[in-house]
């Protein structure tokens, strides 16, 4: 019997050190997030190469993977990250750059990868991932009438309450700009140069200055995506911007009287990184290419309501309908992608906010102290 | 008598002072091979990354020689108008090969430290330098992007041109040295820093003040109230204390929402009415109070092991020597216990001061604290050097808070138990 437990033992730590040693490793956000992409899919993946993927958690930022750099000692081999994040790693020399045609394989149609989607990547170490929508959502039972538009959000007199936004200042100055009269142009061109300008930035500032320091309006603060539901939901505001996923989540997954409004949205992309001398780089890079190809990033919009970065797939969720993991209900339309979702959209401009993060970031904090 | 006679041989022949100082040798270095695995790991964990963190505040080679040319042909220039042609000529130099060696990108992050927009146009710059032609520089540099013509980019240049600066301590107080070489205060509407460093020590302080406020009279209890009700009233202490801090921000958020459970309480028996409930969460209010709960262990236990020493007997005595109850307790019983309020309230200050997760969930609009801003530079910005700056000034504050302690009570009458 001890005999038979100690080779068990060595057993099972052999197998572990093995895998471990070549299975890839991708750090994500965690939750229902990374639940749909590992169903979706990394499991499929792994089974097709023979090469098991590890999810590990981790909160956004490129701290860790800088840190690991610097130690010598890199653990993960793809990380999910903001748009941002990958031009930063990028530039500091974190992440691979790919050879995009040459890396990921085309649509089935033939078309090539690099055209396959709905608009350019913000760095050479970026593969776009899903695309999520920056919208807002208000209670059904708390709110009289209808908001239909980005302005209905700070209409404090027609629809008096709180606010929930955003902790800091991506996107809400975008909003702001497109409640107060900016029209987005093409991809939101207009709002940002906008805010190119000290001006734009300071009406920015002001509109949501105005907002939260109504006495019939007032803001609170979200830091994490699972807070606009569930204020919503304790009725501590009326309307609450977020990420649409979490929306759809509260509404078709838990049957919430949460309604969304798509006008005015911010659509952002969520990428893949390819970490440079990852522990297993080269099958990572495989990996890679395979779970973002069509059909795999069509599986994993069963399981969210995140579009997939491909046009190409949507056709798949198309020709599948109902798409989402409970059989009835029609996926596509719940798209941040979907035609009549877009009609007044803006596409987060990752470069723009590389470049006046800092000191957007400082306005905003000094706008907030004085509220 | 001749000199050696006076000395005492031990039996082998060696004069004892000799043999007692190897024995005691010995001990000394056994005492410090005890000690050894200790010292080497609060040199590795805590001096030396304290060390480096301070070095890393400091040190700007990387740009410096990066831009060696630059540099040099800056020397001449006074940073009032547009630099000359030569500078031009050489930042393109340097600027090539940085290109070549794909390097430039390490470039664009830093220099947008120093200066937003400098990215872009570092990067627009890159592309467009292949198709440079020789000779005026200036010109063809200035038509990549408008910006490039504008001085203040320069003078952000030139400011980082030595190898080893303090400018980061400088952004950490809203201030930046200006091309006369004068420190000055960055713009009115960027001024964020001085405004988390009084709110972090506002916070830090109210706190500390409501936890002694609430711990001492509990601690009180704690000390003389019977075994069986004291055991009690400690598990009461204790479980919150072992509660995740989570779990106990999350629940002060459920009850003190204006939706929440308090402010039901307070519209049902008529205190207030519905729509005039009050805001106790996402502001400053529901910050003190979170804060002070999940603190109050810390004052509460080092004031408890220091009043639990404290006899009985003492304060009947200055009762019976004719002092009033609060004359006893002013004169014996509080002097008593001033080792452990100071204990507790540093404690309790220390850990207010570095506090992160509580006030950026509870605290709303003004809930981000300096502790908040550091993990932004460390995780999204990656400007290590300016979060390590911030951290060694966190860190230079909290060491005064100490001195001055040590300076007003005496750290020698600190009491943990």
């Known amino acids: 019997m001890k005999k038979l437990s100690k080779l068990l033992l060595t057993l099972t730590f052999a197998l572990s050190i093995t895998s471990s040693a070549f299975a890839v490793v991708v750090a994500s956000w965690g939750g229902a997030y990374t639940e749909s992409q590992k169903l979706g899919y990394g499991d499929p993946t792994a089974a097709a190469l023979g090469v098991p993927i590890d999810w590990v958690d981790y909160s956004g930022g490129l701290s860790e993977i800088k840190a690991q750099k610097e130690a010598g000692a890199i653990v993960w081999d793809i990380i999910d990250v903001f748009a941002s994040d990958t031009i930063t790693g990028c530039d500091e020399g974190i992440f691979v750059e790919f050879d995009f045609d040459k890396d990921f394989p085309p649509a089935p149609d033939g078309t090539p990868a690099s055209e396959d989607f709905f608009t350019g990547m913000p760095s050479k170490c970026a593969v776009g991932n899903i695309l999520y929508s920056w919208n807002y959502a208000y209670n059904s039972n708390n709110v009289k009438g209808t908001p239909k538009t980005i302005k209905d959000f700070f209409n404090t007199k027609k629809f008096p309450g709180k606010r929930a936004i955003y902790k800091s200042a991506l996107t809400n100055l975008e909003i702001a700009l497109a409640a107060d009269g900016i029209k987005a142009g093409k991809g939101g061109a207009k709002i940002y140069k906008a805010l190119n300008t000290e001006k734009g930035v300071q009406r920015a500032l002001d509109k949501i200055k105005k907002l939260c320091t109504d006495p019939k309006g007032g803001c609170v603060f979200w830091a994490s995506g699972s807070q606009g539901p569930e204020l919503l939901m304790s009725g501590e505001v009326v309307m609450a911007t977020g990420w649409n996923g979490r929306f759809f989540n509260a509404t078709i997954g838990e049957g919430a009287p949460i309604v969304q409004v798509w006008d005015g949205q911010g659509l952002d992309y969520e990428y893949f990184a390819l970490v440079k001398g990852g522990p297993n780089e080269s099958d990572a890079k495989k990996a890679l290419a395979m779970m973002t190809n069509t059909e795999m990033l069509a599986g994993s919009a069963k399981y969210i309501a995140y579009a997939p970065w491909r046009k190409s797939s949507i056709a798949v969720m198309e020709a599948g309908e109902p798409w989402y993991k409970d059989g009835k209900t029609n996926m596509v339309p719940h798209m941040p992608t979907a035609p009549q979702n877009l009609k007044n959209y803006f596409l987060v401009d990752a470069e723009f906010w590389s470049d006046n993060g800092t000191e957007l970031g400082e306005k905003w904090e000094a706008m907030k102290a004085g509220l | ?417």
């Open chain 2, 1 to 417: 008598m001749s000199s050696e006679t006076q000395k005492i041989l031990t039996t082998d022949g060696i004069p004892l002072e000799e043999s007692l100082r190897k024995a005691e040798k010995k001990n000394k270095i056994k005492a410090f091979l005890l000690v050894a695995p200790l010292l080497l790991f609060i040199i590795i964990t805590y001096i030396f990354p304290i060390g480096e963190m301070l070095f890393r505040s400091v040190d700007d080679r990387m740009v410096t020689n990066m831009l060696p040319k630059t540099f040099e042909a800056m020397k001449k220039w006074d940073g009032k108008e547009l630099p000359q042609e030569e500078v031009f000529e050489a930042f393109y130099l340097d600027y090539k090969i940085l290109v070549e060696e794909k390097r430039h990108g390490k470039l664009a992050t830093q220099m947008n430290y120093t200066k937003n927009g400098f990215k872009s146009i570092l990067k627009k710059l890159a592309r467009k330098q292949k198709k440079f032609e020789e000779g005026n520089y200036k010109e063809q540099i200035m038509s990549v992007h408008k910006r490039w013509a504008n001085v203040e980019y320069w003078r952000a240049l030139k400011r980082r041109s030595p190898s080893y600066t303090y400018s980061k301590y400088l952004k950490g107080i809203d201030m930046y040295e200006n091309e006369d070489g004068k420190i000055v205060q960055v713009p009115e509407d960027r001024r964020v820093h001085k405004i988390l460093w009084m709110r972090t020590l506002n916070i830090a302080l109210g706190v500390t003040i409501l936890c002694f406020l609430m711990g001492y009279p509990i601690a009180h209890l704690l000390a003389t109230l019977p075994m069986k009700y004291s055991n009690l009233l400690m598990i009461c202490v204790l479980l919150p204390f072992w509660t995740s801090l989570l779990v106990r921000t999350a629940s002060w958020m459920i009850l003190l929402q204006q939706q929440g459970i308090v402010n039901d309480f307070f519209v049902w028996i008529g205190l207030v009415t519905d729509d005039t409930r009050p805001e106790m969460m996402y502001n400053k209010t529901g910050t003190f109070v979170a804060m002070t709960q999940i603190l109050l262990p810390f004052m509460v236990l080092p004031l408890y092991s220091v009043m639990k020493t404290i006899s009985p007997s003492l304060m009947r005595a200055g009762k019976s020597l004719g002092g009033t109850p609060f004359v006893a307790f002013w004169k014996v019983y509080f002097p008593l216990t001033v080792p452990g309020i100071g204990a507790g309230c540093l404690l309790v200050f220390i850990l207010a001061i570095g506090y992160y997760i509580t006030p950026a969930l509870v605290g709303g609009a003004s809930g981000s604290l300096i502790s908040n801003h550091i993990a932004f530079h460390m995780k999204f910005t990656l400007d290590w050097s300016f979060a390590s700056a911030m951290g060694l000034m966190l860190l230079s504050g909290v060491l005064g808070v100490y001195w001055i302690y040590n300076k007003l009570v005496g750290i020698d009458n600190i009491k943990l138990g």
